[in-house]
């Protein structure tokens, strides 16, 4: 039997970041899908939001709530806000550079819907990238890379640990405490900007076992994404592009966001993304990312990721403008969790980061507060599995033997995703919406594998949750029909 103290799904920054908390005495596992670099937190680009100071506390809460249009759970943004110092200062004692300025000092930008300069980034535009490699030097656990969990052992109300799919063999590890951190459900949308193993097993496979999931409709797409290529995963162009000085125009170069809204360029994402969406519709124009106001060599140091990539594509920016459209981006529903990452009714099983829901962002997250939320609940969970650390009873269980995928479940995952980014996108309609879930339902009537099951049962209950939704709220929103 294979037994660890913790056992880690996923390895982004809330699995990482838990881990690196766990002492180097207790025996954990961290486990991940296909190469590690794919997950969400590699492609961060923008930074991570934080409180600056003690005055800025009840302003961050403030602009998160906001954002949130009065879904937020308080106490999970006070928490948020909070602790964001500690989390950030942690980081920065374990040895993170986040960009300075030539004197040493920290150098803070602003992105959409915050109301002062907070964010904090590395890299230029490679904020995740360089935190995932950093809490991956951190991390001094064992790893299992390339494999999947397809399974938790949860028996009267308790979980002993999980079934790994690992080179097509299924088997168990089991564990005092497990800890789901495996991100958003990117993979059921045909456009989006997520890592591609982001598929929402965990979702689907929650939802198989009865464990609630929460406020699944609130989706957020972002405004401004790369599409003309022909991956699933488009290339994002951050926010923090709008919060500098770049502008959205369309084909005659009309900065057409200030009919939709007065902050233009600068409104939350949903309000940008929908306006966009709409005007497309309306006027049948491309749309375009402008960045006219830099300066050429600003722009080079301050963006080089992006610089690069558009270069490489043929765009001679900062001078040439680029096409966009928006995409799905962010999963701000998920596994209902307490504000210590523990899930109701299952006791030793925890949820951190995208794939949890603490109601944080409420019905729309405000930018760059992501990867703080996987550092805070993930320190929280932690802190919470070391207070109740104590030998517990195992319980032994047979290897599930699944079929894990049909032949033919390849264009039904195609359709499925067809079927979210026509009806179930930025603009919703109940009709649209109803034939969604009729056909969510029959292809789960089909002879179909375990791993296209996870992804139709989690995508059913975004469709649920919208259904239940009648009215538009923070990026929700409900369309008459024409
Ligand atoms: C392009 C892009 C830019 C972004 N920019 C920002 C930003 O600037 N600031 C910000 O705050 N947020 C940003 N976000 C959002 C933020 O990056 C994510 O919300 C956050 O990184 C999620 O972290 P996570 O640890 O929860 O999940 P992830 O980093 O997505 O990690 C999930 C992990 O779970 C594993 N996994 C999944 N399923 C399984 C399974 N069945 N078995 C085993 N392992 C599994 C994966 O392999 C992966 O290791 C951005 C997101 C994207 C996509």
């Not at 749309?287 to 006219?292: C, D, G, Q, S």
Request: net charge neutral.
């Amino acid at each position: 039997m294979i037994k660890y103290d913790v056992v880690i799904i996923g390895a982004g920054v809330a699995g990482l970041y838990a881990a690196i908390n766990l002492p180097k005495d207790k025996k954990v596992l961290l486990i991940n899908k296909r190469q590690t670099f794919k997950c969400n937190t590699f492609y961060a680009q923008g930074g991570v939001a934080l409180a600056r100071d003690k005055a800025d506390i009840p302003v961050h809460i403030e602009d998160t709530l906001n954002a949130g249009d009065g879904l937020c759970d308080a106490e999970a943004v006070e928490i948020l806000s909070k602790y964001s110092r500690e989390a950030i200062d942690d980081l920065v004692q374990r040895g993170f550079l986040f960009d300075k300025d030539e004197d040493g000092n920290l150098l803070y930008t602003k992105e959409a819907a915050h109301s002062c300069e907070r964010i904090l980034h590395a890299g230029g535009d490679a904020t995740g990238r360089y935190m995932h490699h950093f809490l991956l030097e951190q991390n001094p656990h064992a790893m299992l890379s390339d494999a999947r969990v397809v399974d938790l052992l949860i028996k009267d109300g308790k979980c002993y640990g999980v079934s790994v799919l690992e080179h097509r063999k299924t088997y168990n590890i089991y564990a005092q405490d497990v800890i789901i951190a495996s991100g958003g459900v990117g993979s059921l949308y045909e456009y989006h900007t997520n890592a591609p193993c982001i598929s929402a097993d965990m979702q689907g496979l929650c939802v198989q076992k009865g464990i609630e999931l929460d406020r699944m409709e609130m989706l957020q797409f972002h405004p401004t994404v790369f599409v003309n290529s022909d991956n699933a995963q488009k290339m994002l162009l951050t926010e923090a592009l709008r919060g500098e000085g770049a502008t959205i125009e369309d084909e005659n170069g009309k900065r057409f966001l200030f009919d939709y809204d007065e902050r233009g360029e600068l409104a939350s994402r949903d309000i940008v993304s929908k306006s966009i969406y709409m005007y497309k519709k309306k006027t049948g124009m491309r749309v375009y990312l402008a960045f006219k106001n830099f300066d050429e060599e600003y722009f080079e140091q301050r963006f080089p990721n992006i610089c690069k990539n558009l270069r490489s594509l043929g765009y001679n920016v900062p001078h040439q403008r680029v096409p966009i459209s928006p995409a799905f981006h962010y999963a701000i529903g998920g596994i209902k969790t307490h504000l210590n990452g523990r899930i109701p009714n299952v006791e030793n099983l925890y949820a951190v980061g995208e794939v949890a829901s603490t109601r944080v962002h409420g019905a729309n997250r405000l930018a760059s507060n992501s990867l703080l939320e996987g550092l805070v609940f993930a320190a929280r969970a932690v802190d919470d599995i070391l207070k109740h650390s104590k030998e517990k009873e195992f319980v032994e269980f047979d290897v599930t033997q699944s079929v894990m995928s049909y032949k033919g479940d390849k264009e039904k995952k195609n359709q499925l995703r067809r079927i979210m980014w026509e009806n179930v996108s930025i603009l919703r309609t109940k009709r649209g919406l109803n034939d969604a879930f009729e056909s969510i339902n029959a292809l789960l009537n089909e002879k179909i594998g375990t791993l296209l099951q996870f992804r139709l049962l989690t995508a059913r209950e975004i469709v649920k949750g919208a259904l239940s939704r009648e009215k538009s709220i923070g990026v929700h929103t409900i369309q008459e029909e024409i």
